[in-house]
């Protein structure tokens, strides 16, 4: 005899481990847009969209014919128009899907003393207010900012890195690129990030730390110079007064145990954060 759960059992038996995987899929590649958009100001231009498609369903449940005609007009030029809107958002999903290591394959600085080396060289130029930048490549490649600056191709070190960024030194204004164990280039340009409310509380050298790790899936290091505070960059977000252990541990995460214990938790910037910083920041 049927039962008020027939209906139920009927939905479910055309979903074949195929379609489960399909929706798995396409749940994924939204999660990740979503993720992605998150706290920008293409967030803003989703939520009007949704709102133009809204209106297209009220208008057509309530008969309203010339609205329904002129957004069914609209209709074949939506494609187009989300590619010219979110074309950087869109390029910076597809980068951390291919960017993402599937693998165990180890990370770019395998041994603990050009890490220690790092840490020592900022932990140093914070003690000094010394302003820094360094970049830290991971498997996007940076060639076409490193041709921006002065090629090195040095091995990494403290005293190199101290050299680099002193204040008399003309490479003292760029950012520094670290490929591997080494330094591949000096004082090179970074593009700024544009999310309005960063853009707002941080001086140029921290919208340039945001604005490469959205472009590419690297991490910057950042030395305030008017706070001597160290702050950490990576997937557009960014994580402020840093201790030294805490330093340590976001390079070795992001760089070597992301395979082993998933996907570095990426610090979402805090109101509180942005008005401490946006106090002591200055023009750095």
Same mark, same amino acid.
């Given at each position: ?60 449940? @309530? ?5 329904? +005609? #002129? =957004?069914?007009?609209? $209709?074949?030029? %939506?494609?187009?128009?989300? !590619? ?77 890195? @101290? ?5 008399? +030194? #003309? =490479?003292?204004?760029? $950012?520094?690129? %670290?490929?591997?164990?080494? !330094? ?101």
């Amino acid at each position: 005899m049927p039962t008020f759960t027939s209906p139920i059992f009927s939905a479910y038996s055309g979903l074949t481990p195929v379609a489960v995987l399909d929706i798995l899929i396409v749940a994924f590649l939204i999660y990740q847009f979503l993720m992605t958009v998150r706290g920008r100001r293409a967030a803003h231009i989703l939520v009007g969209i949704l709102t133009v498609l809204g209106i297209y369903v009220v208008s057509s449940f @309530l008969g309203l014919e010339l609205m329904r +005609s #002129a =957004m069914a007009t609209l $209709a074949p030029y %939506v494609p187009f128009t989300l !590619i010219v809107l979110f074309q950087s958002e869109i390029r910076r999903m597809l980068a951390r899907l291919g960017g993402r290591r599937w693998l165990s394959v180890g990370g770019r600085l395998q041994k603990r003393e050009f890490t220690e080396e790092l840490v020592l060289a900022l932990v140093q130029l914070q003690q000094q207010k010394v302003g820094a930048l360094v970049v830290v490549e991971r498997d996007i490649g940076l060639r076409s900012f490193i041709e921006s600056g002065v090629l090195m191709e040095a091995f990494l070190s403290r005293d190199l890195l @101290l050299t680099v960024f002193h204040p008399g +030194s #003309a =490479m003292h204004d760029g $950012a520094v690129i %670290v490929q591997g164990e080494k !330094i591949a280039a000096a004082a090179c340009f970074l593009p700024l990030t544009v999310q309005p409310a960063l853009a707002r509380h941080l001086g140029t050298r921290h919208r340039a730390a945001i604005g490469v790790t959205e472009e590419t899936d690297c991490l910057s290091l950042i030395v305030s110079e008017e706070t001597g505070r160290i702050s950490v960059a990576a997937f557009g977000e960014i994580e402020t007064d840093v201790s030294q252990e805490r330093l340590e541990q976001r390079i070795t995460e992001h760089l070597i145990q992301r395979t082993s214990n998933g996907p570095v938790r990426e610090v979402r910037w805090s109101d509180s954060q942005m008005e401490r910083e946006a106090r002591d920041a200055g023009t750095d």
